[in-house]
């Protein structure tokens, strides 16, 4: 067993685990926070995506014994964090994906929301073609991907006074 101190959505929290586990095995098995997925476990999905130091990496890659000293946020830290910078509700990334539809099975939404998180913080007037850049690491089985992407369109729109996307769906006419 090794001793590690990782700073996870702001506390100092301090783990032994094997010297071989990942941060999400870490994360999931000692911490209990599962919102980060375990699908592939050789980085190929983004499931598993979480900010360290405000950058989307992939937790199945990174031993835990690296990530100390590293401020690590996971999804359940979006909502606290949104709080603490004096925000109401939802992250605005986490309301918009609910508002637009870009939820389904829930699998791949913690890394998508974290990825789309970062692309935010680090380009918040960010294009279609930065946002299709910032998610391709995160692969979703249930979407065509529209409703993510305007999920993400909305979310820096409206964090930034700009004008959000009318979803897809709201153009869609009653055949009736």
């Not at 065509?144 to 700009?162: D, F, H, N, P, R």
């Amino acid at each position: 067993m090794r001793a590690t101190t990782l700073n996870v959505n702001g506390d100092d929290l301090d783990v032994a685990a094997p010297a071989h586990w990942t941060l999400l095995e870490v994360l999931r098995y000692r911490l209990g926070l599962t919102g980060s997925k375990q699908g592939c476990d050789k980085g190929d999905c983004g499931a598993c995506t979480v900010l360290m130091d405000g950058k989307p990496v992939l937790a199945c890659l990174v031993l835990a014994a690296r990530a100390g000293g590293a401020r690590i946020q996971t999804i359940e830290g979006l909502r606290p964090a949104h709080h603490a910078a004096g925000g109401n509700g939802a992250d605005p990334v986490q309301d918009a994906f609910d508002r637009c539809g870009a939820l389904q099975c829930g699998f791949c939404q913690p890394g998508m929301m974290l990825s789309a998180r970062a692309l935010l913080n680090d380009n918040p007037s960010a294009g279609l073609p930065e946002i299709q850049e910032a998610l391709s690491g995160n692969l979703c089985r249930c979407t065509g991907y529209t409703q993510i992407l305007q999920a993400v369109q909305t979310a820096l729109a409206e964090t930034t006074g700009g004008e959000a996307p009318v979803p897809c769906w709201a153009n869609q006419k009653d055949d009736d």
